[in-house]
């Protein structure tokens, strides 16, 4: 592999804080070497300054794993958000990441079942596959299987509140919030990471939701082995399949990408209709596909599940319902009940929001709206990421500063914008009315 191994993980409090802090201090230098070249009049450009500063930034994120490499990960998917050079270092997240050296593994073993791998297993590969966020994959055998074994870094669970403190005041000052208007939002996510950490937890959702998935078409899940599994250990099938890069490169047929598109679609249309949860981390890395049968995609990594509270799902449809675009006085009320409007709002600001609301709302809709979309048309995707742009950049509601809605949207938009972004890249056209 071309990454060299970790020795070691910085995972106390102080370790980590002086980890970023030195991040920061290299940044810091990079910015002066950029404004020093510039007043001598030396060629420079702050595309090289970006790259300095993302590669800078992602080595240290990929040092630390945990929390702060997951939030790289996440920001992979909203391209908009990030200059080129930081969304390019940061897609990496999604397949690929520094692994753990052998010595550090078999501790996990040990630690976990008083045995090294390779008296677990009939055979081991000491090598990762792939080294992600949370933990890393590595291929084994067991009476004849071939098994993924995916082994957690030592310290994320106890490294994540710390982390999210560490980032907390950035975040704060740079979106100009205060502590108390995003603690709700803060909550959320760090609920959603520690859950990532509970291998006992994903091997059960895993298990529940493959079950109730199991007569959907063109989908196959992972059969999990709790006693080859632990707090830090998770041992599934390992299943055959390509992430989307690699596959586009076969330049599979479009009724093959359909195939494909609609397998996703139809996956995450019954997990929120029918099970009120959803597999909520749908980045390329966690799914593998193939050409046989027409189309089939292999889903991974149940550690990201978002469960929907009826009342959320029952407002989160009715939101994107044709009738409630239509019908302002019926939107109005939604929004109110989803905290985005408030009683004591002045008409000016009232008026802001729903017009905000309602023109992202079309757009978020548009594919629930129609018998069939095209996400082969890349002009949708475009057109989603210039809202988020936008809105952004707005004057008005900059000058508002302050976070509104359910906190429980938070994952609810991230999957759906995750899918929408796989769907086009497959370039799949799926019927998506019910």
Not at 178 to 204: G, I, K, W
């Amino acid at each position: 592999m071309a990454d060299q191994p970790q020795e070691s993980l910085p995972t106390s409090k102080v370790a980590r804080a002086a980890r970023f802090a030195k991040t920061g201090f290299n940044v810091g230098t990079n910015y002066i070497k950029h404004y020093a070249k510039k007043a001598v009049g030396a060629e420079t450009s702050t595309e090289a300054l970006h790259a300095a500063n993302a590669a800078e930034l992602y080595g240290t994120l990929s040092e630390m794993k945990g929390s702060v490499l997951k939030v790289a990960q996440m920001l992979a998917m909203e391209k908009n958000l990030l200059p080129t050079a930081y969304a390019e270092q940061f897609a990496q997240a999604q397949y690929q990441t520094p692994p753990l050296s052998g010595p550090l593994v078999v501790k996990a073993f040990r630690d976990a079942f008083g045995k090294s791998p390779f008296e677990v297993f009939d055979e081991f590969e000491p090598t990762a596959r792939q080294a992600a966020s949370i933990g890393q994959v590595h291929r084994a055998r067991k009476d004849g299987k071939a098994l993924a074994v995916k082994v957690q870094y030592p310290g994320v669970a106890a490294s994540i509140q710390s982390d999210i403190r560490l980032v907390k005041p950035v975040a704060l000052r740079v979106l100009g919030f205060n502590e108390a208007q995003v603690r709700p939002y803060l909550a959320e996510v760090e609920t959603r990471l520690l859950e990532e950490t509970d291998y006992a937890l994903e091997l059960r959702r895993g298990q529940e939701i493959a079950a109730a998935c199991a007569h959907l078409p063109h989908l196959e899940f992972p059969r999990y082995y709790p006693d080859m599994s632990g707090a830090r250990i998770l041992t599934m099938d390992w299943l055959s399949g390509q992430h989307l890069k690699e596959f586009l490169a076969t330049q599979p047929s479009q009724a093959v990408r359909n195939q494909l598109g609609q397998a996703l679609w139809d996956f995450y249309q019954f997990q929120l209709n029918t099970l009120h949860q959803v597999h909520a981390d749908p980045h390329p890395g966690n799914f593998l596909l193939q050409a046989t049968q027409g189309g089939t995609v292999g889903v991974l990594d149940f550690g990201c599940v978002k469960t929907v509270p009826a009342e959320v799902y029952t407002l989160f449809t009715a939101l994107l319902a044709p009738e409630t675009y239509a019908d302002e006085t019926r939107l109005s009320e939604l929004l109110t009940q989803a905290g985005v409007l408030r009683p004591d709002d002045p008409p000016a600001l009232r008026a802001l929001y729903l017009r905000t609301m309602r023109h992202s709302l079309e757009l978020v809709g548009r594919p629930f709206r129609q018998p069939h979309f095209n996400f082969g048309d890349p002009a949708y995707m475009q057109e989603l990421y210039q809202l988020g742009d936008n809105l952004m950049q707005d004057p008005e509601l900059r000058r508002q500063r302050e976070p509104r809605g359910s906190e429980h949207f938070i994952y609810l938009n991230r999957t759906y914008v995750g899918l929408f972004a796989l769907l086009t890249e497959l370039g799949a056209e799926v019927q998506t009315a019910a």
